[in-house]
């Protein structure tokens, strides 16, 4: 599993990864906190859209009773797997190994999100509501309003996230950390054990995306910069160019 800004440095050509769901939320402001002040330990909450699973009017349950209520209306707590949230803000309450003031925390959180976690950790001081963060491409958003800090060692810290656009963000991200070349060497094996892919038929495909008129590509929608869709393109072609030349030769 990897997490955008969190351990995606340690990827090393696996062929089949895990971009995580609502970790991506979580982990970043972890991570911010844990290298400055220490976790000794913690609880997360999340509070999500109503999922596929839950009930859109009252109804029999064969699980649990309050899972047959009708979702539209009520709150309901429940233990889902991240994979299945659509999520808007989580709520972190921790104890700190290190005594830290409130403003101290916010000083590291807001610097994190400048540099190096910028475009992934965001930092805001408005009176913001879940609709702000609709399509919002960041994995977490920090919500120095709403935290709270009990005392120097025990805190509620509140990120705010929009899981689909955000995590479709992270995806492009990993996309672009991934070793092709690794993933394609095994075309035209005949025991390979993962989706051949023509690498031909993959180069075609990625000189289209460079089709910058087309509103609705995928860098246009998930609001990927220039930079980016370039780095991407120019790696994974260089792969691909190499990996057509080796199987002509």
Not at 15 to 20: D, E, P, Q, Y
Not at 28 to 46: A, C, D, Q, R, S
Not at 99 to 110: P, R
Not at 206 to 215: F, N, V
């Amino acid at each position: 599993m990897f997490v955008m800004g969190v351990n995606h440095e340690k990827y090393n050509s696996l062929k089949t990864v895990s971009n995580a769901s609502c970790t991506n939320c979580l982990a970043p402001l972890v991570k911010v906190i844990h290298n400055n002040f220490g976790i000794v330990e913690g609880l997360m909450t999340t509070v999500h859209a109503i999922i596929a699973t839950q009930k859109t009017m009252d109804s029999p349950s064969g699980k649990l009773w309050h899972d047959g209520c009708g979702a539209a209306l009520n709150m309901i707590p429940a233990l889902t797997r991240a994979s299945k949230a659509v999520g808007k803000v989580v709520d972190l309450t921790c104890y700190l190994e290190k005594a830290a003031k409130y403003d101290d925390i916010k000083k590291v959180v807001k610097q994190a999100s400048q540099s190096p976690l910028k475009g992934i950790l965001g930092y805001t001081e408005d009176q913001v509501i879940s609709c702000n963060f609709n399509s919002d491409t960041h994995s977490s958003t920090f919500d120095a309003g709403a935290s709270i800090a009990l005392n120097d060692h025990s805190v509620k810290l509140i990120s705010w996230y929009d899981n689909g656009f955000g995590y479709s963000n992270r995806l492009l991200d990993l996309f672009i950390q991934w070793d092709w070349s690794t993933y394609l060497a095994d075309y035209g094996q005949p025991n390979c054990k993962y989706l051949r892919v023509n690498p031909v038929t993959a180069l075609t495909l990625l000189e289209k995306m460079k089709d910058t008129s087309r509103k609705n590509n995928m860098f246009a929608q998930f609001r990927k910069n220039e930079r980016d869709k370039q780095k991407l393109i120019d790696t994974v072609a260089k792969q691909l160019r190499g990996l057509i030349s080796s199987h002509h030769s």
